[in-house]
Nanobody, 125 residues
């Protein structure tokens, strides 16, 4: 069973950058596809990005494509989300998630088996 802990959230001005980290403990990290999701107040949780088990394949929601980058370091049991050119509409709680069954990760939250507790990202105008 994997345990996930996000960090790196905070308050940033529009146009700025943040790097989120998600550290995994227990389980075999390289055996999981990893994804990032976010949830803004009053809205449903939405897919942001995902990567496959070795990090060689990545895909993004259209809203973040070209601004966000997912990467992973299996030696450190960590997945990262580099967020550049942040916009106020990126404000949300960001969650990392691990999928055991999907080799490449998916856009659907129901295919992920483990979730972190979330980290708040607030982008001011």
């Amino acid at each position: 069973q994997v345990q996930l802990v996000e960090s790196g959230g905070g308050l940033v001005q529009a146009g700025g950058s943040l790097r989120l980290s998600c550290a995994a403990s227990k389980g075999t990290f390289s055996g999981y596809a990893m994804g990032w999701f976010r949830q803004a107040p009053g809205k449903e949780r939405e897919f942001v990005t995902a990567t496959n088990r070795n990090g060689g394949y990545t895909y993004y929601a259209e809203s973040v494509k070209g601004r966000f980058t997912i990467s992973r370091d299996n030696a450190k049991n960590t997945v990262y989300l580099q967020m550049d050119s942040l916009k106020p509409e990126d404000t949300a709680v960001y969650y990392c998630a691990a999928s055991r069954s999907s080799a490449y990760g998916t856009r659907g939250p129901n295919t992920y088996d483990y979730w972190g507790q979330g980290t708040q990202v607030t982008v001011s105008a």
